[in-house]
T-cell receptor
Framework: QQQVKQSPQSLIVQKGGISIINCAYE??????FPWYQQFPGKGPALLIA?????SEKKEGRFTISFNKSAKQFSLHIMDSQPGDSATYFC????????????FGTGTRLLVSP | KAGVTQTPRYLIKTRGQQVTLSCSPI?????VSWYQQTPGQGLQFLFE???????NKGNFPGRFSGRQFSNSRSEMNVSTLELGDSALYLC??????????????FGPGTRLTVL
């Protein structure tokens, strides 16, 4: 019930292309869904987050699409750049005072020049 | 504003030893969470502290413990180290305004290697 499944495990996209990473969750009590970006040697950094009251959220080139009935959410990176090459993690938590994130397994993105 | 800092950045220990890792949260943040990151298990929640109290604990053995001080700085301790404890240990802080999930800001981590 606590699991978040993420796919694909790795992704290669050409510069200027669209990168799409998908996540699915089981626990319907989850109501906060952030995406984190991690570069080698660094800690994860929040990219964008969504709550289930909206189906889409866009910040610059990054968009989260959320499907509550399917219990799925995805990250779209438009106009992907080599600097976007990193590992991306989806996560989920309950919208309570407790700060406990359940993470997906990660997607290693490589944007080729 | 300075980010989350973790010390030391790298640590090598042998089996059976114990280790203490330190985390200084962003100024004003009251919640500190700890995560273990390994290639096999990914990012897993260890525990969270708020106002010097452990509020939440992940599914880890009792060898893993932590504490938080009055200035919100936190330490985690692992006793009787095992080879499988080799991992990147990440600390995250959040302001935690209460009642809902807040953005967690991660430090760079402490890379622990157990030989």
């Amino acid at each position: 019930q606590q699991q978040v499944k993420q796919s694909p495990q790795s992704l290669i996209v050409q510069k200027g292309g669209i990168s799409i990473i998908n996540c699915a969750y089981e626990n319907t009590a989850f109501d906060y869904f952030p995406w984190y970006q991690q570069f080698p040697g660094k800690g994860p950094a929040l990219l964008i987050a969504i709550r289930p009251d909206v189906s889409e959220k866009k910040e610059g080139r990054f968009t989260i699409s959320f499907n509550k009935s399917a219990k799925q959410f995805s990250l779209h990176i438009m106009d992907s750049q080599p600097g976007d090459s990193a590992t991306y993690f989806c996560a989920a938590s309950r919208d309570t005072g407790f700060q406990k994130l359940v993470f997906g397994t990660g997607t290693r993105l490589l944007v080729s020049p | 504003k300075a980010g989350v800092t973790q010390t030391p950045r790298y640590l090598i220990k042998t089996r059976g030893q114990q280790v203490t890792l330190s985390c200084s949260p962003i100024s004003g943040h009251r919640s500190v969470s700890w995560y273990q990151q390994t290639p096999g298990q990914g990012l897993q929640f260890l525990f969270e502290y708020f106002s010097e109290t452990q509020r939440n604990k992940g599914n880890f053995p009792g060898r893993f413990s932590g504490r938080q001080f009055s200035n919100s700085r936190s330490e985690m301790n692992v006793s009787t180290l095992e080879l499988g404890d080799s991992a990147l240990y990440l600390c995250a802080s959040s302001f935690n305004r209460g009642g809902f999930a807040d953005t967690q800001y991660f430090g760079p981590g402490t890379r622990l290697t157990v030989l």
